[in-house]
DNA sequence: TTAGGGTTAG
């Protein structure tokens, strides 16, 4: 007979399940096992756990596909040590459950897990492996043991497929070895896959070679939105927004809908290159998708990032559902900001009722102790959050101690807390002291710290930079000289100084003293007028900043055409008055260039927002948000 | 049973 219309078999199991688990007298074989695989079946952890153990006191066993969905299970909550345990049932009483599939399902298991050690171990138990065995552990590998797997594999005689090319693919971080791998998926065929492919141009793209993601892009004959997406990632993560967003349009155009995803890239592009006024009509496409957390999370940085911090805190508190890293986002962009009270005051809110805080956000919240000068409480924090947290601090928490000391001036506290650092510092807290050295003029301290950089990494520009840098503010030019003769024999060079500013949705970019922008003329002239109007407001060249022995004279030249002023005055030339000039830079600012924003700022009654690499300086009215410590 | 696109710091 027939069940009624709307009663599943599902449905009308259930009641009976209840009733056995209520009942002591155990179910027959055949019903016992029937119960766990519908307890796996339907992915009830506990239950199914509590099942197989009992079919097992029993002497009896279940069926493969229903542990299979058990280990699925496991993995989807998961429940490590249940997955343990159902590996020690199924490898128990002679392995003789264990078959190629069950082994193949729990390296998969082991390996998303992040458990590669356990998954290595059963790999190489395993008395034979097929196709899937193989891909399974090439995805958890790096490129060196992905290559050595993949001709291991090949050498057994098993045929890798479009699944092991793209996991092989992923791993490749060197251009010449995805070079290599590029041709055996043409010849096999497999290049027309879109996960093949997709995975191509996002290994192009991170080796840095976009041309070739593209053309990979070109040859595609069937469309698919991820592949068009892999491609908006890979110039958005390149810095490329204005390419992203021609990919973009162009996908429009081929009729694609907009994605979340690919709006969120195009929101880490505006964000990584400051675009705000793209980032803003990404935000209006981005209205219909009020629920997606990623999607938020980006158009939240993306405002921090654009120094728009009214806009990034209405985005934030408008959002539906705040993760941990909205929160995360959020502190850091106050912080960076020069907003750290702010900060540290979200952060007291997300305490109470926010995620609990990663070690990240922890990152967010020492950042803005260090740049506040707030060393007690960020030392609070520090040697507390071990235990308020339970987050054990990392190298990454340990460089902002130092930066925290170093930034207060207590360098030989700074150098103390280094060598009792249970890490081993890396040349990137060296640096951070060094700086320090650099800001508070110790010459002694910044030579021994440059040498120990240079031991870790004899090609360190920065190190060389820095150290050229405390020499010449001391007026050692004989040392500073000495100091970029070697980085000349050891031909490294130092990256130049650029700055770039949006102006009707475009970037236009100035590297110091560069004269190839169409109006460059007229720039210069105004930067002479400008110099003029605020030498009247008190602006005297600051020729400490230049790090060559030049003349005083030649040193105002070189001055003069930093980057970030060419920058300033062709924003003043090309906005509407009152509108803020929002300047990008790829190197720290010069204590010169600042003076001359806070100046201008008062003199040109203009908001200035700077971003370097590490913060932002927002001049109003002469002054400037980071209270002029950084 | 194996592979694809999106978010935070340094």
């Given at each position: 007979m027939k069940p009624p219309v709307g009663f599943s078999s599902r449905r009308r199991l259930f009641p009976r399940l209840l009733l056995r688990r209520l009942t002591s007298s155990p179910p027959p074989p055949s019903a016992a096992t029937a119960e766990f695989a519908e307890l796996c079946r339907r992915h009830e952890l506990p239950a199914a756990m509590a099942a197989m153990e009992s079919l097992h006191r029993r002497g009896l066993r279940g069926d493969p596909v229903a542990y299979s969905e058990l280990i699925k299970c496991c993995l989807k909550n998961n429940a490590a040590e249940d997955g343990r345990r159902v590996h020690r049932h199924l490898a128990g009483?002679?392995?003789?459950?264990?078959s190629m599939f069950l082994c193949n399902v729990l390296l998969n298991m082991y390996a998303k897990l992040g458990l590669a050690e356990e998954a290595r171990k059963l790999f190489d138990q395993m008395p034979e492996r097929n196709v899937v065995s193989w891909t399974t552990m090439i995805s958890t590998c790096g490129e060196e043991e992905a290559l050595n797997l993949l001709v291991q594999m090949i050498r057994d005689g098993v045929r890798p497929n479009m699944y092991t090319y793209s996991s092989v693919l992923r791993s490749c971080s060197d251009l010449q070895t995805l070079r290599g791998i590029h041709c055996p998926v043409v010849k096999a065929g497999l290049e027309s896959d879109v996960f093949v492919r997709s995975s191509l141009i996002d290994s192009y793209a991170k080796c840095g070679d976009l041309p070739s993601g593209r053309s990979v892009f070109d040859e595609m004959s069937t469309q698919d939105l991820v592949v068009w997406n892999s491609l908006i990632g890979a110039f958005a993560q390149a810095g490329g927004t204005s390419e992203s967003v021609a990919v973009f349009v162009e996908m429009r155009r081929a009729g694609f809908r907009s994605s979340e995803a690919a709006l969120t890239s195009l929101l880490r592009a505006c964000a990584g290159t400051a675009m705000l006024e793209m980032g803003r009509q990404v935000h209006a496409q981005a209205v219909?998708?009020?629920?997606d957390l990623i999607l938020h999370n980006a158009l939240l940085d993306m405002y921090c990032k654009c120094g728009e911090l009214a806009e990034a805190a209405a985005a934030f508190w408008r959002m539906c559902r705040r993760d941990v890293i909205s929160w995360s986002t959020m502190i850091a962009g106050l912080a960076q900001n020069g907003r750290s009270m702010a900060a540290l005051e979200l952060f007291e809110a997300m305490k109470k009722a926010g995620p609990p805080p990663n070690h990240i956000t922890l990152v967010g919240v020492l950042f803005a102790c260090s740049h506040a000068g707030l060393v007690e409480e960020g030392q609070k924090l520090f040697w507390s959050m071990e235990q308020l947290f339970g987050i054990k601090p990392e190298r990454e928490h340990h460089g902002c101690m130092v930066d925290l000391l170093g930034r207060a001036g207590k360098l030989e506290e700074a150098l103390r807390f280094i060598m009792k650092m249970d890490c081993e510092p890396d040349t990137i807290i060296w640096k951070s002291l060094l700086g320090a050295c650099r800001v508070h003029r110790d010459v002694g301290m910044a030579t021994q710290v440059a040498k120990q950089i240079l031991l870790l990494d004899p090609d360190d520009e920065g190190a060389y930079i820095l150290l050229s840098n405390v020499y010449a503010g001391c007026n050692q030019w004989g040392d500073a000289e000495e100091v970029r003769r070697a980085m000349r024999d050891r031909r490294v060079k130092k990256e130049p100084g650029c700055s770039w500013i949006e102006v009707g949705k475009e970037a236009h970019l100035f590297v110091a003293?560069?004269?190839?922008?169409?109006?460059a003329e007229a720039i210069g002239k105004e930067l002479d007028r400008l110099i003029c109007r605020i030498a009247d407001a008190g602006?005297?060249?600051?020729?400490?900043?230049?790090?060559?022995?030049?003349e005083r004279e030649q040193k105002e030249e070189v001055l003069r055409y930093h980057s970030e002023k060419l920058a300033i005055v062709f924003g003043l030339m090309n906005s509407i008055e009152g509108k803020p000039i929002r300047v990008m830079k790829n190197l720290r600012i010069c204590g010169d260039c600042h003076n001359f924003a806070k100046i201008v700022s008062k003199a040109e009654n203009r908001r200035i927002i700077i971003r370097d690499p590490v913060r932002f300086h927002h001049f109003v009215d002469g002054e400037c948000s980071c209270g002029d410590y950084w």
């Open positions: 009483g002679g392995g003789s459950l264990l219909k998708s009020d629920a003293g560069d004269k190839s922008h169409p109006q602006y005297l060249p600051d020729t400490i900043f230049v790090l060559h022995d030049l």
